[in-house]
């Protein structure tokens, strides 16, 4: 990535600058993925999410008045795109419009049996172009909030805008070698119509039908999975979440007190956030990881060393941890 000079500076200044305390409190009372990041990661975020407020202008439409919570929880969520992605911080988008809550628009679509068809649509946001971006405060909020659906308005807009970087909405972004994009078109297509088919034929789908749209609303939609539910998309779609996993340089099923504890894959696949143990037992919200030793289960708690004084034998705490089961 080739930044100018003047442009790098004035980054370097607007990082430096101190994260304002009312913005940390926004971020952990209103985006709970930010506290289950490292802190090395957090320190990334928030320096990006100084850099884009900085940088890009908000209106309120329909009378809403744009506060500094809401500037902070879309900045977030923005930026949680761009964690350790070496890129520009969105070129080309200068606005971001918000209303209070879903707004209607008279738009055409096409099916995906290729119908255009003239209609009045509700939405909660839309990419029109490169140079704006459209929310509505009720739907980012609930995205950043609620982070076990597959819905997410600012993952969606903002993979547009990730797709859009090379001049068009075709659901490939600028990827990082001839071969990875090989792979992304066929990992992708063949999910794309696997899931066109099944809503052509009335068929349920695990994915968000209206990611048969187009090419673009597919990479929309399981962006949102990717980091909303990524368990239930990587057990589905393994090959889908791996590409991914490559593109945005993150793996949100993986705790990230697992990366570099010399647990490895072993340790991710034995972590589950939503299992009956974490369910049952309220004191796991403090749990980073699970794992088996010697036949029983333990657990890491964060901070400490993957070790003897850092394993607890839960076994001590009751029957639950016979339902422990992982899924992947
Ligand atoms: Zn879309």
Redesign the pocket.
């Known amino acids: 990535m080739v930044l100018g000079i003047l442009k790098r500076r004035r980054r370097r200044q607007i990082a430096a600058r101190p994260f304002p305390g009312a913005w940390e409190q926004v971020l952990r009372t209103e985006f709970p993925r930010y506290g289950k990041l490292t802190s090395d990661d957090q320190e990334e975020l928030r320096n990006l999410i100084k850099i884009f407020l900085a940088e890009k202008q908000f209106e309120g439409a329909a009378g809403l008045k744009i506060t500094d919570d809401m500037r902070v929880v879309i900045a977030a969520q923005a930026c949680m795109l761009l964690l350790h992605r070496e890129t520009d911080i969105y070129p080309g988008l200068y606005s971001i419009v918000v209303y209070p809550r879903d707004y209607i628009v008279n738009a055409s679509q096409r099916d995906p049996d290729g119908v255009v068809r003239e209609m009045t649509q509700i939405r909660r946001g839309?990419?029109a172009a490169r140079g704006a971006v459209v929310l509505t405060w009720d739907a980012a909020r609930k995205g950043a909030s609620d982070i076990h659906d597959c819905r997410n308005v600012v993952f969606?807009?903002f993979a547009?805008q990730l797709d859009a970087q090379d001049g068009s909405f075709d659901g490939t972004p600028i990827l990082r070698d001839r071969s990875t994009y090989i792979a992304w078109a066929r990992v992708l297509g063949e999910e794309f119509h696997a899931l066109r088919d099944r809503v052509q034929k009335h068929q349920p789908t695990d994915l968000d039908p209206y990611g048969a749209t187009n090419p673009?609303?597919f990479f929309?939609v399981v962006t949102e999975c990717f980091f909303q539910n990524p368990g239930q998309l990587r057990e589905r779609h393994p090959e889908l979440y791996d590409e991914l996993r490559g593109f945005y340089r993150q793996d949100p099923q993986t705790p990230p007190s697992c990366v570099g504890n010399g647990l490895g894959r072993r340790c991710a696949r034995l972590f589950c956030a939503e299992s009956p143990l974490r369910r049952q037992l309220g004191f796991l919200d403090s749990i980073s990881a699970t794992n088996t030793q010697g036949g029983g289960i333990h657990v890491i708690h964060p901070g400490r060393p993957w070790g003897a004084q850092g394993v607890q034998d839960i076994q001590a705490v009751g029957p639950a941890t016979s339902g422990l089961r992982c899924r992947g």
């Open positions: 839309e990419t969606h807009e547009h673009a609303e929309a």
